[in-house]
């Protein structure tokens, strides 16, 4: 305090030292301000990631649907936009858990869904597989398909439970080859090890994400791509899809990032507790 006191008379002769003194003040009044945001902001986070898990804990994916589902008739068909445009470009990647399918394209020309009871536009993110010898990822009526692909959307104007939705597809291992899934599946031997892409020859995502106006399962759930788990509305087409043996063991020769490879990648069924499970037809 001494060594302080002297420091202000010296600043009271000279106009320099006051600045120096001014400007040392105003660094270190600065510096406690923006320590103190860094520890707001940190705790804030870390609120939202305790809330998130709770939300996450209080409806796990996935489930069996049952044949006692709440049926209810939609006053609007869902409404799919721009599904039937081609993108600028098409990837696909390996993440070490699955294969993953991302678009480019101009804002304005993105995928999405509306209509139905959604209240909002959802728009394309990405689609995962899962897969595994008759262990889909979502049953019906204990019913186990080979494969499911799962589309994940986006309403930016919607937070919580409701920001994200999933379409999910299921398949059936039948003698035929599923055409429009060529497109993906003749390109996974590029990308065998975990963090390869390769850029696939544009098509429209409508050829592969079949729409749907009604007839569908809906309930809330989590989205898992291996690395990140979100909470999303489920869209589950109850129509079944068939997929051939050749087309399923391109999958499974896919690589996880300890070098093995992926013969199944589907978490375990969880309980639907107080949740609901609509049918909307």
């Not at 994200?164 to 060529?182: A, C, G, H, M, W």
Request: net charge positive; hydrophobic share 40%.
């Amino acid at each position: 305090m001494n060594l302080f006191g002297q420091l202000m008379d010296l600043a009271e002769d000279s106009s320099i030292i006051m600045m120096l003194v001014s400007c040392t003040m105003a660094v270190a009044f600065i510096l406690n301000i923006r320590a103190g945001s860094t520890i707001f902001r940190n705790v804030v986070k870390a609120v939202e990631n305790m809330r998130l898990k709770s939300r996450l804990d209080r409806q796990p994916s996935p489930i069996n649907i049952a044949n006692e589902v709440i049926k209810r008739q939609l006053k609007l068909p869902l409404s799919w936009t721009n599904y039937k445009d081609l993108p600028m470009a098409v990837v696909l990647e390996n993440n070490g858990s699955t294969a993953i399918l991302r678009i480019y394209t101009a804002p304005n020309l993105l995928p999405h869904l509306s209509g139905a009871d959604l209240g909002g536009s959802y728009h394309f993110v990405e689609a995962i597989f899962k897969w595994g010898i008759l262990r889909s990822e979502h049953s019906i009526g204990r019913e186990r398909f080979c494969l499911e692909m799962q589309a994940l959307h986006r309403c930016p104007q919607k937070k919580g439970t409701s920001e994200y939705l999933t379409i999910s597809y299921l398949f059936v291992l039948t003698p035929f080859k599923n055409e429009p899934l060529t497109q993906i599946v003749d390109h996974l031997k590029w990308i065998l090890r975990p963090g390869s892409s390769i850029e696939l020859p544009p098509f429209d995502l409508g050829s592969l994400l079949r729409p749907f106006a009604g007839g569908h399962y809906i309930y809330h759930g989590t989205y898992d791509n291996g690395e990140v788990v979100l909470p999303t509305i489920w869209l589950i087409d109850s129509q079944i899809t068939g997929v051939n043996s050749h087309q399923m063991a391109q999958f499974e020769v896919l690589r996880r990032k300890d070098g093995s490879r992926i013969w199944s990648n589907v978490r375990e069924p969880q309980p639907l507790g107080s949740r609901t499970v609509l049918f909307h037809y």
